[in-house]
C-alpha cells in the first residue's frame, strides 16, 4: 500500500471523529494537501504535507505512516509528524462582573481617572 484516500486517513488517525465528517471537511475546502484543496477521494503519500482546519485553526500534519482503519490515539500519533506553530494567547481583557449593576460615582469617577478623562 503506497497510498491512502485521504478522508479516510483523517480518520483513521483520529482528526475527525466520523469519516463522513473528513469528507465534508474536504469538500468545504477545510483540507489541503500540498497547498492545494484536496477531495476526499485524492491520495496521500508518506511525507505529504496537510494542512487542516479543525475548529477554526489550521493543524499543519506531515505523514508518517499510512493507516486505514482506526487506531488508538498513541498509536495514531504515531502515523503524522505536527508542525503547527503553538497558539498565541488570547489578549487580556479587563472583564466586569456580570450583575453587580451600575458603577457607583465613585466608581465612574475611577473608571474616568484610568481612561484620561478627568
Given at each position: 500500500?503506497?497510498?491512502?484516500?485521504?478522508?479516510?486517513?483523517?480518520?483513521?488517525?483520529?482528526?475527525?471523529?466520523?469519516?463522513?465528517?473528513?469528507?465534508?471537511?474536504?469538500?468545504?475546502?477545510?483540507?489541503r494537501v500540498g497547498g492545494e484543496k484536496a477531495k476526499a477521494a485524492q491520495a496521500v503519500?508518506?511525507?505529504?504535507?496537510?494542512?487542516?482546519?479543525?475548529?477554526?485553526?489550521?493543524?499543519?500534519?506531515?505523514?508518517?505512516?499510512?493507516?486505514?482503519?482506526?487506531?488508538?490515539?498513541?498509536?495514531?500519533?504515531?502515523?503524522?509528524e505536527e508542525r503547527t506553530p503553538p497558539r498565541d494567547p488570547a489578549p487580556k481583557v479587563?472583564?466586569?462582573?456580570?450583575?453587580?449593576?451600575?458603577?457607583?460615582?465613585?466608581?465612574?469617577?475611577?473608571?474616568?481617572?484610568?481612561?484620561?478623562?478627568?
Open positions: 500500500m503506497d497510498s491512502v484516500r485521504v478522508d479516510s486517513w483523517l480518520w483513521a488517525i483520529r482528526a475527525y471523529k466520523t469519516r463522513s465528517a473528513a469528507t465534508t471537511a474536504c469538500r468545504a475546502g477545510h483540507v503519500k508518506i511525507g505529504d504535507e496537510l494542512r487542516v482546519r479543525i475548529d477554526g485553526f489550521d493543524r499543519i500534519l506531515v505523514v508518517r505512516q499510512l493507516i486505514v482503519k482506526r487506531v488508538g490515539a498513541p498509536v495514531a500519533a504515531l502515523a503524522y479587563a472583564v466586569r462582573d456580570r450583575g453587580i449593576g451600575r458603577p457607583t460615582k465613585r466608581e465612574r469617577r475611577d473608571i474616568d481617572r484610568l481612561r484620561g478623562r478627568d
